[in-house]
Structures are given as C-alpha cells and as structure tokens.
C-alpha cells in the first residue's frame, strides 16, 4: 500500500482531457420489470449506473455484446425511454427532469437513427413526408417552406429530391438509411445517437453510409454516439471509445489507444476476438476465449461483474466493486488490476 | 433468371474454401446446389456436381439421401430455428445420426454426450437433457455442428455460421471450427460475407459477383494482389485493423444489380471505376493472373496507377 495520501479519484464527466461537454451523463439507471421473482418483482439492470461525458464535435464509439445495455443506454439519452435515476444533461439541462416547452426546444435538438432501415420508416408515408414529419411534429415548418427543406436535405445525404413522393420499399437497404439520416437532420440538430446504423447493410454500402457521416459531421458540427458492436467500424469512426458489459461502462479512451493497449480485461478479450481482414495479421493474432455465458442482467455477479469469466481475477474483484476512474491521461478503467491480462 | 451462372470449383479434403459476396451475390444458391437443396422453382439447368467421381445432380432420390445425410453436413446461420424447440437437444443429436443408420441406436445414444464434449458444451453429461431454450446462442451453433459432425462426414457446408452471434462466441465457433476441419479431415465450404472470417479460416478464396465467379485464388493473394475491382474494392471499403489516423473508406457507388435486370458486359461494369469501353459489351472470361489465382476483368488491378488516388475522386 502506497503511503501518499490518495488524490480523489477522476470520473468520466470531469476528464481534464475533454472540452465542456455537450452531453453529460450521471449515474444513469434504467431498470424493467422482469415478472415475478423468487422474492418478489424481477429487474433487468439494463443501464446500471452509468457515468459519460461526450464533447462537442466528436463521435463516441459505445461497445458491447448483446444485451450489455448499449442500446438501452442511447434511448434513455434521447428520452425514447424514461430513466429510474440518474441525469442526462444536455448543454447544461437535466433531460430527466425539463418538461413542457423546454424540453421541446432542446430536444429538437437531439436525433436518432435506427439500425434497421425496412422496420423504422413507416411503409404507408412517401419518402416527403417521413423526413418532413420532425418539421410538423416541432412545429418548425410547413408547406413550402417545409418541402424546400426536405429537398435541402435530401442532396445533403446524396438522395435524389425528386424522389420525394416514393415509399420506402422502393429503396433499397443503403438508400433507406439515408432517408433515416435525412430525418435525423432536416431539424438541423447538434447531438446524433446512430444505433446500429450500418450493421444490416452490405459491406459495400457500410462504407458509404460511414463516409457520408463523417462528411455530415465535419459540415454541420455534428456530435455523434455511434453504438455498435462490430469493433473495426467503430474504432474507425470513433475518437474515442466506451466499451459496456452488464449495464455498466468498464472502459473509455481514444480508440487507438483502447486498440493497441486495453486497461480492462474485457477490452481485452473484445478485441481479440474479432478477426480482421488481413491473413498475416490474422496469423499473429490469438484469441482469449472466455469461460461461461454471459450473466443474467436480472441477477448480476456481485462486484465486478466481469469477475465470473475474468482470466485473472482475484478474490477481491467479487467483494469490492472497482469504480470508473481515470488510470492514465484521458483513460479510464473499472478494474482492480487494469492493464494485467 | 440465372441466379449461378457457369460455377467451376473444386474443394479437397482438409482444405477449407471461402465463398465470398453479398447478398444476392448467389453464394448461398451454389452451396444448396451442391446438396440439390435448391427451393422450387429452382433448379440446375446444367452442370455437374462431382462428389469423388459420383454425379450429385444425376442421384436417384435414395442416393441423394444417403450422400446429404452420410457424406455432407451443412451448418446454418440462425441456430434458433433449426432446432426443434419441443425436443431435448440429446434427443434430436441422436436422431440425426439414426436417421441415417450408419449406427445402431445403442451405439448413437452412446455417441451423444462425447459429440457434445467434442464441441466443447460445458457439462455435456447435464446438459444433454436440456431444452434448446435452455442453450444459449453459442451453445446451440455448437449442437448443430455436433448433428453435422455426428456421422464424420467428409464435406461440410457452413452458410453464415457466425454471423448471428456475439463476437466473443464467433471467436471461440471460429476455433472450433477450424479444429474440426483438422480432426476430420474434411473438406470445408464455409459462406460468407465477412472477408476477416475468410483471412481467418481458408486456404482459398472465391469471390462472387452477380451470380459468377469474379475472382479466385489462395487467400493471401487475393487480400495481398486482388486483381479484379469488385475484390479490390471490398477490401478497401473496410477499415483497416491497424488503421493509425483516420483513412478514407472506398466505397463501391451502386449496388448489385436485380439478377432479372442483368447488365450486359461485365456485370459489375456499372459500379467500376477503372473500366473501359470494351467492359460494356463483353463479358470477360475467368483467365489466369498469377499461381492459382483467376480473374474475370479485362483491367486488372496490376494494370490501374495508382487506384487509391483514382477511387477517391
């Protein structure tokens, strides 16, 4: 044990790296009813305290396998789903708390985009209208001035305008997330969550939709999370990285330096599990397989909860919880012993 | 419509060959071919299929049985549903292998815990009696396989086998499967879309296109010198894995052509950027570009100056 009197621990929201965040996350919890337990009501811990700040300009990558949370997590941000505690704040406005016509304005602020582009446009509406709906719903702008837009950001995302009075089956997989992009952006916002925007698409049209984010980013000063799970598209697009198991965040960092030096175990093991198209590099590379299935969210292991599957974790992973801290400039690990696998 | 047009290749035992492309690309179409599992109306309007030096697509029906079930096994993406849900999973291992009677019922129930531990299911011995809701989506890829691996066949078609599944599983099916193919000796196809599951896993490559064959060859070559754009393009429309600053993608504008719509020429003609006019009349034939490695383009990549800069215009 050290002798120096321990400094107070860095969390994610007060990262000296970071600018002022845009958004900042504290404490997050998203908890659904289960049906019934053993002893009573069953909860799935969805989203299970969860502390991140994202800045303004920048795409934060949000990892994990499925049902870590990762989805859950983007929705309560954008308030398609109501948190059980915690705060999302957005420039400074508690989203969990503002109502009313406050709420509207900041909101309108906010975007998504969904990862299957044939179930989240309505079949029934023209391609206009879909993207024109955000203008009516917020009141922003209708009739001719609300079709101008609609145009404007049409050529924006490379659709053609005059397709405006078409339905989306007439559109294929690539195209149909564009008209999604076109009605993430027709209320100009500044914050985008894309969840799962690429993975059902073709690996030729991936690379399409990736660059056109990144073109719409760097013109319109767009601050992205992108969640996902396929690790090579995210350590591409993202600057930095949040990697999620079990309803919690147990590492964030610069995607380059989570790629060639994980902190946490999992991070590890994430990162060598998938394969890369490159035979050489493949050769070298060599795989952690991990024991066991991944836990219940009903009933996580105590403490750390990566300890039941951790190659080396000790007896103290499952009696005290390590926090989210700050182990090396702008890095932050939930581990007792970062940076050991 | 064709949906495979004119396919040559051949697999050896204990080798395993990548199937390439995307969706529509025909992939698929050639595997169940070779089982003449192609769905109605489908079928082969000529070819052959040549399994040592028996004919697949002359079989009578009793043939065709005895080879899909004895000498080939094929292994699909979604485990879910190619388990019998109201069935103990021991029960349906089991039944895999009697309804081919290359064992006795005594010896299959014998061979079930064993083909589970084989495929390394925690607990076989328990685990045997479980329902496949009760196995998690590894667990249930890794029964299927035991049903396909289960009468030692010497061919074994993997369509997708990873695709549903989460990273830290496909890592540990990508061993296994690698493993069997030693242990068997088999012959492997695997089907896929995922070019770093290909670097992963085969000896040789086949890229398709539009129904055809486009490219051909080991697998460092092609990841190494592709020769033909669509390969070229593929690899780079994905980010590299030691990617240091932030590349620009290369994207493939377009999207496959509507196989009742073909282009005339080379089928990938109208998203290709380094083509020339003689690509829009005539399609080129599969020629040879270096050992073991074949190319339908009249270009060729080893032709085009600096394609990087070309493809960023």
Known sequence: ?341 | MHAVDGIDFEVDRGEIVGIVGESGSGKTMTALSLLRLIPEPGKITSGRILYGDKDVAQMTDDEIREFRGNDVAMIFQDPMTSLNPVLRVGFQVEEAMAAHRRFTSQQARDRVVPLLQRVRIPAAKDRVRDFPHQFSGGMRQRAMIAMGVSNEPSLLIADEPTTALDVTVQASIIELLRDLSRELRAAVILITHNMALVASLCNRVIVMYAGRIVEEGPTRAIFKNPQHPYTWSLLRSMPRADEVEKERLISIKGMPPDLARMPPGCKFHPRCRFRIDRCLTEEPPLAEVGPGQIARCWVLMKNVENPEAEALK
């Open chain 1, 1 to 341: 044990m050290s002798a120096e009197p321990a400094e107070p621990a860095v969390t994610p929201t007060h990262d000296p790296t970071l600018k002022k965040p845009l958004v900042r996350i504290e404490k997050l919890v998203k908890h659904f009813p289960a049906g019934l337990g053993l002893f009573g009501r069953a909860v799935v811990h969805a989203v299970d305290g969860v502390d991140l700040a994202i800045a303004p300009g920048e795409t934060l990558g949000l990892v994990g396998e499925s049902g870590c949370g990762k989805s859950t997590l983007g929705r309560v941000i954008v308030r398609l789903l109501p948190a059980t505690s915690g705060h999302v704040f957005f420039k400074d406005v508690d989203l969990t708390a503002v109502r009313g016509e406050k709420l509207r304005r900041t909101r309108q602020q906010i975007q998504m985009i969904f990862q299957d582009p044939y179930a989240s446009l309505n079949p029934r509406m023209t391609v206009g209208d879909i993207v024109a709906e955000p203008l009516r719903n917020f009141g922003v702008a209708r009739g001719r001035k609300a079709s101008q837009r609609v145009q404007e950001v049409m050529r924006v995302v490379g659709l053609n305008p005059n397709f405006v009075n078409r339905y989306p089956h007439e559109f294929s997989g690539g195209q149909r997330q564009r008209i999604g992009i076109a009605r993430s952006l027709v209320l100009n916002p500044t914050f985008i969550v894309a969840d799962e925007p690429v993975s059902a698409l073709d690996v030729s049209i991936q690379a399409q939709i990736v660059n056109l984010m990144e073109d719409l980013q760097s013109k319109f000063d767009l601050t992205f999370l992108f969640i996902a799970h396929d690790l090579s598209v995210v350590r591409h697009i993202s600057d930095r990285i949040a990697v999620m198991y079990l309803g919690k965040i147990v590492e964030i960092g610069p995607s380059h330096a989570i790629r060639d030096k994980p902190l946490h175990p999992y991070t590890k093991v994430l990162e060598s599990s998938v394969p890369v198209p490159d035979p050489d590099l493949e050769a070298a590379r060599k795989p952690i397989l991990l024991k066991g299935e991944i836990p219940s969210p009903v009933n996580p292991p105590s403490a750390c909860r990566f300890h039941t599957r951790c190659p080396i974790a000790q007896p103290i992973c499952s009696e005290v919880e390590p926090p989210l801290e700050m182990k090396e400039n702008g890095r932050f690990a939930a581990c007792h012993f970062p940076g050991q696998l």
